[in-house]
């Protein structure tokens, strides 16, 4: 961005860091020198001639050879994208949280194989449940587990016994 190839190519690091920044680069690659059998990751954020900035992962490895045997190499990957993605991902998955609060509803997953389910915690929370601390797929019987939900999880558990046999979808 903001460079011709071969003049990206010809620039040297402390050109595309950020100058006030310039010490965490000395500091970066003075471990990576110190450790020549490793190979340090780290993701730092790097100044383009426009002035924006990129979301890069330096990955450093040794790259010696007789002739230059401190050699290194040093491979720039750009993460803008993926960061963007992600976090625009984050704030749409915060916004259907705050949603589904908001209008009183919640959503689940099932497979319909194996019986686990991913469960909202706002469905959690219409049940009368405090939601797991952490997320991930869980037996249907974990969400309707009071006395009071039997005959849901019963019919529940009849529908996907269908849609196993292919009698249903």
């Not at 490895?61 to 040093?74: D, M, N, S, W, Y």
């Not at 963007?84 to 991902?89: D, V």
């Not at 099932?110 to 929370?125: K, Q, W």
Request: hydrophobic share 35%; with cysteine.
């Amino acid at each position: 961005h903001g460079s011709r190839r071969e003049e990206f190519l010809a620039l040297r690091l402390p050109a595309l860091w950020p100058e006030q920044d310039g010490t965490r680069l000395a500091e970066h690659l003075a471990a990576a020198r110190s450790a020549l059998d490793q190979l340090p990751e780290s993701m730092h954020r790097l100044r383009t001639r426009s002035g924006g900035y990129r979301d890069v992962v330096l990955l450093d490895c040794p790259a010696g050879t007789q002739e230059h045997p401190a050699a290194r190499l040093v491979a720039v990957h750009d993460r803008t994208a993926e960061r963007q993605a992600r976090h625009e991902r984050e704030e749409t998955s915060r916004r259907l949280r705050e949603a589904q609060s908001i209008a009183g509803i919640g959503y689940w997953e099932i497979n319909p194989a194996t019986g686990y389910g991913h469960f909202s915690d706002e469905l959690y929370r219409l049940l009368g449940r405090k939601p797991p601390e952490s997320p991930g797929w869980r037996p249907l019987a974990d969400l309707f587990a009071s006395p009071s939900a039997a005959p849901h999880l019963q019919c529940i558990e009849q529908r996907l016994s269908l849609i196993r046999l292919g009698l249903a979808t």
